[in-house]
Each structure stands twice: as C-alpha cells, then as structure tokens.
C-alpha cells in the first residue's frame, strides 16, 4: 500500500474509533497524554470480550492452567532478580536544538553536508566553546545550517552570536542528526523504562518501587504458593490479565505502543528435558494431545500452535498473521527460543505476541534473590529440578488494535432508492463483538411494535449485550450497528403482531456481512444466536 493510502486508512479507522467510542484520547480535556488511552463504552465491551475469551480458552477450558491475579507494585527485589532494574532500558538519543527525546534505534539515517561549529562569540564578547554541528541537504546554501547552530547558541544565552570554526564535510546514512530539523542529537545513552513510584509516605530511595513493566514476574513469584494451592503437577501453567506499565520513549501508530496497557501471559512450567525423558509417555492420548514426557521444543511449538488456533477463533486468520524466529544472536542469554506472532497492520507488520522458551531462568533468579527454595519434588521420577518455562505473552490493546484493523471495511453498497453509497462497516468475529445484537421496532409511533420489540430486547438481554433503537429510519439504524461491528439485527414489523397470520411471532434477522435478512421464530432466536457467540 502506497504511504498515502496506508495513512488515510490509519486515519479512518482512528476517526471511527473516535465517532463511536471505541478509543478516547486520554485526558483529552487537558490536551491528551502522550501514551495513554481510554476505552469508550462499545472499546470496553470489545476489550472485555477479548480478555473473558482468553482466560475461558486457558484456563476454563483447560485442566493444566491456572489463573492469578497479582498487585501491580511488588518489591522491588523482584525487578533486581528479572534484570529489569539493570537491564530493561532502551537506547535514547537527545535532540540538541528541541531537547525531543528519540529512540536511538528509530533514527532515520540521512545524508548530506554536515557543518561543524567548534563554538560561538557573542556582541557582549561572551565566548562558549560548546561544539556543535547540524546536517543539511546537499545542495543547501551555509546559511540553512547556520540558522540552526545560531539557535543553539542563542538558547544558550547569547545574543548577537558570532559562529566559530565552521567547517563541512559530506556525510553518508547518519544516524547523529534529528531527521526533523538537522540539528545534532546527543550520544545514545540507556533509559530505564520502569515507572518509578514511592511507597509510603517519605519519598526515599529506600521506598523506591516500580508499576510493573510486565505480568510474568508476579506468576513466578507466585509460584510455590499457586503450587502447593492448586494441586497441579509439573507440566502446568499459571496465567494473569492485566495491566504493565512502561515509559516508551516514543509511544506510537495509536494504541500500538503505549506507556500503560494490557497484558495476557501465560508462564507454562515444563519438566527439564533429562528429566521428561526419565517420564513415561501416556498410551490413550490422541495425536498432538500435550504429554508429560515431552520436551521444551515440542512444548514450545505446541503452543505456539495453540495461540494461532485462538487468533483464528476471533476471527485473525493465518494469513492476517507472520512469525518471527528470533535469530541466536539476537535471543536473551536464557532463552531457548522465541517466536514472534506479527500481525499486518495498515502500518506494518509487527508484534502481537512473543512465545519465548525461558529455560529455568525466572525461577532460579528468584531462588538467588530471595533465599527461598523454587524446587519441584517429581514423585513420578523422584527428581527434584526447577522447573523450566514457556511462556506465551500477548498484549491486549495490540489486539484490540489488530481486531479494528482487520474488521474495518468500506463497501460500496446501492440504498432502496437505488443510490450508491459507502457503507462503513466493522466486521468483528461475533464472539468477541461489543454488541451483539440490535433491536428495532420497525416504526416507534406505533406501541404495540415497541411493546414486542422490548419483548423481544428482555428476552435476550440476561445473555447478550443487546442495544434497542428506535430512532431514525431502519436503514439508518443498520448502519448504525454496521459501524459499531454488531453482528445481529432483528426487526420487529407488522407480520411479528400477525398481519399474515402464518407469520405471527416471527421477526426478520439481519446479517450484518451479507445484510441478507430471513425470517426467525421468537422462540429460535435466543438458541441460534448463543451458538454464533459462544
Ligand atoms: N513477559 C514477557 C514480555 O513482557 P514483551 O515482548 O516485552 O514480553 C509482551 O511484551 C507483549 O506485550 C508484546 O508482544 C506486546 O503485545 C505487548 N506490549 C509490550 N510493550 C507494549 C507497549 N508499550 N504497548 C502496548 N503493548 C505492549
């Protein structure tokens, strides 16, 4: 897609997102806050249907998984055992000029002429020797460069700045300059991107504590005591949902990269593949069934087949998705193998879901630091290990994003007077739909049709969330719910009271991707649409 048409998409599908209350600008009153994003009343619905689906998928439905629901602060030891207080930082680079802060690793490289300034004197004979240097385009007069380092200088204090030592030099794929105006950006430094807070009411460093930068540690922290709760045995899994907080450099493309979101993890603990070995493959299991006895590539694979399978149930087919095998050296010291699910965004394709094989590094980190044992006892092999990890983690607004992207569509469709117009359309997988179904009495000045119509809405109401109109035109209120991704529309008419008696009790039900309509039996209405959006 050519960048101009990926950008109008991009902005649709943002203003739709707007119109209907999908996404908020958080703050917005106050100016909004760079990262940070609120879910109107029908993004909430969605988000929740996301969340509710996955839990359901592991742990409901699974006897090997268990939920949890940890604080967001945690002692701060635990960010020491993980490596995030050392570790979890991204290199940031500086604008010298504007004092912008970059991702050093997302500076476009350009080439040019560089001017190189070894200093400036002012009217009032003050000197600086603070060096400094801006890249222009080649063909550029001096002047353009000049005008820049005069800034520089200026905010510097100076008035009447006199540039010193200028010289130039050709310059090829840089990545030294701010690409937005030239100017020189400092040398890339590490910035940790955990939140830091206080606890307590005395702000020092000895009450320094951290808003989580991801749910996976608290599940490891909490490992013996889910153990020793739960009665599961090695190999189980102890999954969370929520939120991680992280102060991204450059949050960016919308929700994509924000500095608050969600998250779903999954931390699967595995034998040891010495001791999987020693287990006894099960005999009545069919094809493809987990078993005890096998090792961390066949666990790791299996899941990664597992979560395809779930993107697949809420509607992101395999082609919608990518995976990235992270190369060895591009791996954690500890990481036996990672793969990242890629979703095609209008933007890109990029990140969903990273399935990491983490060996016993976790557990062990947090045997180290806190002094207390992490050890599994296997009766079956009389091993004693710490168990190993594969851990699948996801982000939920990264899936909300993907959902939006791939449910968006704008088709060209003929109205009853014949007229072509475009119908804007969110095509999302019924199961996880913000609502499910419309209600619509045909005309709203006549009672007995609300009368059934409201019927028909408390029917299902206790099962679905079901939003009744009976505003506007029926075509209108179509494409109404067509925007907000509704699957389901029922209409109450005149052959519902019984104008053609073999009618009677009978409504007609839209389907919202083909708008073809059949007519349904009250009474088959509830049975039939709790088998589209379970
Ligand atoms: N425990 C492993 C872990 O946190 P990660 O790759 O850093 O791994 C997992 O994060 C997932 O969390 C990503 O695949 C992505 O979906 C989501 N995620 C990470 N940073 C994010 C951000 N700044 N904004 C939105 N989602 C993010």
């Not at 990262?35 to 619905?45: C, H, I, N, T, V």
Request: one cysteine or more.
């Amino acid at each position: 897609m050519a960048e101009q048409k990926i950008n109008e998409r991009m902005e649709k599908i943002v203003s739709l997102c707007k119109r209907r209350g999908f996404i908020f600008q958080s703050s917005e009153i106050y100016g909004g806050l760079n990262g940070f994003w609120d879910y109107g009343p029908l993004g909430a619905e969605l988000k929740r249907n996301v969340k509710d689906y996955w839990w359901k998928a592991m742990t409901q439905k699974r006897e090997d998984v268990v939920g949890l629901e940890a604080s967001i602060i945690m002692h701060p030891k635990i960010w020491e055992a993980s490596g995030h207080t050392t570790t979890f930082s991204d290199p940031m680079v500086d604008c010298l000029l504007t004092k912008n802060r970059f991702r050093a690793d997302q500076v476009q490289p350009q080439s040019g002429v560089a001017y190189f300034y070894s200093g400036a004197k002012d009217a009032t004979g003050k000197e600086l020797s603070d060096a400094f240097s801006v890249l222009v385009q080649k063909g550029k007069p001096p002047e353009s460069a000049r005008k820049v380092a005069t800034q520089f200088y200026e905010q510097r204090g100076m008035t009447g700045v006199q540039l010193l030592g200028e010289r130039s030099e050709l310059v090829e794929n840089s990545t030294k300059y701010n690409p937005e105006n030239g100017s020189l950006l400092t040398e890339a430094r590490p910035f940790n991107l955990m939140f830091e807070t206080h606890t307590g009411p005395i702000k020092s460093p000895e009450n320094i504590a951290y808003l989580r930068p991801e749910t996976a540690q608290a599940i490891f922290v909490q490992f013996k005591n889910v153990l020793e709760t739960a009665r599961q045995k090695v190999p189980f899994g102890i999954c969370q949902i929520g939120k991680a907080f992280r102060n991204e450099i450059n949050p960016r493309n919308y929700i994509f990269r924000s500095r608050e979101f969600e998250q779903m993890e999954l931390e699967f603990f595995i034998k040891p593949d010495e001791v999987a070995a020693k287990t006894p493959a099960l005999t009545d299991v069919a094809e493809g069934e987990p078993q005890p006895n096998w090792g961390w590539e066949q666990w790791h694979k299996y899941w990664v087949e597992q979560r395809v399978r779930w993107y697949e149930s809420i509607g992101l087919g395999r082609d919608t998705l990518d995976f990235y095998w992270q190369k060895k050296e591009e791996l954690a010291h500890y990481a036996k193998a990672t793969v990242d699910i890629l979703f095609k965004f209008p933007f890109g394709t990029e990140e969903l879901e990273g399935i990491a094989a983490r060996g016993n590094f976790d557990l062990s980190q947090h045997q180290k630091f806190s002094g207390k044992s992490m050890e599994y006892f296997d009766e079956e092999t009389r091993d004693k290990y710490v168990p190993h990890v594969i851990e699948p983690s996801a982000g939920v607004d990264r899936l909300i994003l993907a959902l939006v992207c791939n449910a968006f569509n704008e088709e060209e469709v003929t109205d009853d007077k014949g007229n072509k117009e475009v119908r804007t359309v969110l095509k999302f997988h019924p199961r996880v739909a913000p609502v499910k179904v419309g209600v619509f009495p045909l005309l709203k000045n006549k009672p007995e049709l609300v009368k059934k119509a409201q019927e028909v809405r408390d029917l299902l109401r206790p099962h679905m969330t079901v939003f009744y109109d009976e505003a506007g035109a029926i075509g209108r209120r179509y494409r109404r719910q067509d925007e907000a991704g509704t699957p389901f529309g029922i209409t109450i008419d005149f052959d519902t009271l019984g104008e053609k008696p073999e009618l009677r009790d009978t409504v007609t039900l839209r389907d919202r991707d083909t708008m073809k309509q059949e007519r349904m039996d009250i009474s088959e209405l509830l049975p039939f649409l709790l088998s589209r959006i379970r």
